[in-house]
């Protein structure tokens, strides 16, 4: 499955958490044949993208082990891949679970720490050329400017892609909304997008009901 990035027109990314602790459907949906159904309404709703994930990433969340990562994403993915006809994409920083994922059916990365966590994940992107979303997120969340420093760290994500094969069309840059920032910086960021959007990728917007 392809997507074709080069559009002007927003589209819409569903998102299904197969997790028990995420923002918002956390341990609604996973059984296979409920994540199934879960899926086919999203996209009757509109949604032209599947969000797949099997470790919540809100603040606090228990951390998961890659094998039961896999575990909880891959039959998943198998299945709905065979039942829908829009492209998915796996939320997840680990690039076994990433390169697992599109074998089973998955064609983008979602990866919320931009690469960065492991670095050998743009190798998967570049490997499989899958598209990767490279979300702006840090460990110490403290900035001298917030707009300057978020481009400075998504550049460093971009860097660490082109170093490993991942051409400019591969790339969609996220500024990483309710991540390592305060409710103030995230509303400073959104009243600040067109700075992201002027780096000059397809931009992504996960604004959680949460923030």
């Known amino acids: 499955m392809t997507i074709n990035l080069d559009t002007h027109r927003t589209l819409i990314m569903g998102i299904l958490n197969v997790t028990p602790d995420s923002f918002s459907d956390g341990g609604k949906y996973n059984e296979v044949e409920l994540a199934v159904e879960r899926a086919k309404q999203l996209v009757r709703d509109g949604a032209d993208i599947l969000d797949i994930g099997g470790e919540s990433t809100r603040p606090g969340a228990t951390k998961v082990e890659q094998a039961e990562e896999i575990k909880r994403v891959i039959p998943m993915i198998t299945a709905i891949a065979k039942e829908v006809n829009i ?13 697992q994922a599109i074998e089973a059916g998955a064609s983008i990365i979602n ?12 190798k998967v992107a570049a490997d499989y050329r899958v598209p990767i979303i490279l979300m702006h997120n840090r460990t110490n969340p403290t900035y001298e400017n ?12 971009i860097a660490i892609c082109e170093n490993a094969g991942v051409t400019k069309d591969q790339i969609i840059l996220d500024p990483g909304i309710g991540f390592a920032k305060t409710y103030e ?5 959104m009243r600040q997008l067109d700075k992201i959007v002027e780096m000059g990728y397809p931009v992504l917007l996960g604004t959680s009901k949460n923030h």
């Open 146 to 157: 917030l707009i300057k420093d978020i481009i400075a760290d998504l550049e460093e994500s």
């Open 87 to 99: 492209p998915i994409s796996i939320d997840t920083y680990k690039p076994e679970v990433a390169k």
């Open 185 to 189: 910086e995230n509303l400073d960021v």
């Open 111 to 122: 990866d919320v720490w931009g690469a960065k966590w492991d670095k050998s994940m743009a």
